[in-house]
């Protein structure tokens, strides 16, 4: 809902004092008074677990960013379940109490879409055995799309695939991913689309998500304002709730663009060894975006997690070459 939308609403359910809160406090606020009305709530989010042991079930719609209308989740209930970072839980929510800042889940009913009892079975991502690709991506959509048609003829790409697109900047590789995001869309509707977008300018994230949209797929952006502990933490929530869904069984497809940027946030963001790379990167600052990378993989009896990622090159910078080189012989 935009923002005008959200404030008549709040108007007609005679919300007080609600002029100039953020467009996420007036949320709150909103399911707040709905709450005292009607008493309990249906929630849904990815869970997220902070060091302390507790939760919260972040929302793709912000991004997965922190924000008022986030729900707790307590240490007992993610023990009880198996609950993982990046699973989907949904259940009944409380509102918060005098003292609290936040939602809280009362009762798990579904992880993932399915009974969260089923759940502690289920074998771990790591543990799941890596199979070479056997299904193809049907990158064809109409007789003039002649982009994705010369990808799907010289580069065939399978679901559990690695793939790179190196290009320099300003050479449409943003474009090129939009449409073999929405050709996957269309052709595979059984594959859950996650475009994820680092450090790049917010109206491309605003072309990509009105370009880019539908009932299984979600477009999540850490735009080029955004500190570098924001680029990281955005890029772990969606691989880590892909590896969840593969565990279910599901088929996952994620865009990348750029995995240059994702190793230049970690590079700002690892403890430095003291060991530095030509083009002044560290030599333990490649190992999380690799690790990103090589999650895609088919597994057996499962889903699978495809990553298609752009890598910069020709940018002048040594950095990027040297990053570039690292992630072109996987």
């Known amino acids: 809902m935009t923002m005008k939308e959200l404030l008549d609403l709040a108007r007609e359910e005679e919300v007080s004092d609600y002029s100039g809160l953020k467009k996420q406090d007036l949320i709150f606020r909103i399911l707040k008074e709905r709450t005292k009305l009607n008493g309990l709530m249906f929630g849904e989010g990815t869970l997220e ?16 960013l922190p924000c008022p209308d986030d729900i707790y989740v307590s240490p007992s209930q993610i023990r009880r379940f198996g609950l993982k970072k990046g699973a989907t839980v949904a259940g009944q929510i409380r509102p918060p109490k005098e003292n609290e800042r936040y939602f809280a889940l009362l009762r ?8 969260p009892n089923l759940g502690t079975g289920k ?15 049907n990158l064809i959509t109409t007789p003039d799309e002649l982009a ?15 793939a790179l697109i190196v290009s320099p900047p300003r050479a449409g590789k943003t474009i090129l991913l939009q449409k073999l995001a929405r050709s996957v869309l269309e052709n595979h509707p059984e594959a859950y689309v996650i475009v994820l977008l680092i450090d790049e300018r917010p109206e491309e994230v605003t072309d990509m998500e009105r370009q880019v949209k539908g009932a299984g797929c979600e477009v999540i952006s850490s735009t080029f304002d955004e500190p570098s502990s924001r680029h990281v933490q955005v890029s772990e ?23 240059t940027r994702l190793a230049r946030a970690w590079n700002n963001e690892v403890p430095h060894s003291g060991k530095v790379l030509s083009g002044g990167i560290d030599s333990g600052a490649l190992q999380h975006p690799k690790r990103f990378f090589g999650a895609a ?34």
Request: avoid cysteine; aromatic fraction near 8%; proline fraction near 5%.
């Open 237 to 259: 929530m969606v691989i880590e709730k892909a590896k969840r869904m593969v565990e279910h069984g599901h088929d996952v497809v994620i865009f990348l663009d750029s995995i």
């Open 108 to 115: 798990v009913e579904a992880i993932n879409s399915e009974d």
């Open 297 to 330: 993989r088919n597994v057996e009896d499962g889903g699978s997690l495809t990553v298609i990622a752009t890598a910069l090159v020709d940018t002048g910078s040594r950095m990027d070459d040297v990053i570039f080189e690292e992630f072109k012989g996987t």
């Open 148 to 162: 994705t048609r010369v990808v799907d003829m010289m580069s065939p790409i399978g679901m559990g695939q690695r």
């Open 49 to 64: 677990i902070l060091p302390d042991g507790f939760g919260f079930l972040r929302s793709p719609d912000y991004h997965y």
């Open 123 to 137: 074998v771990s991502f790591d543990d799941l055995t890596p199979l070479h690709p056997e299904q193809r991506l």
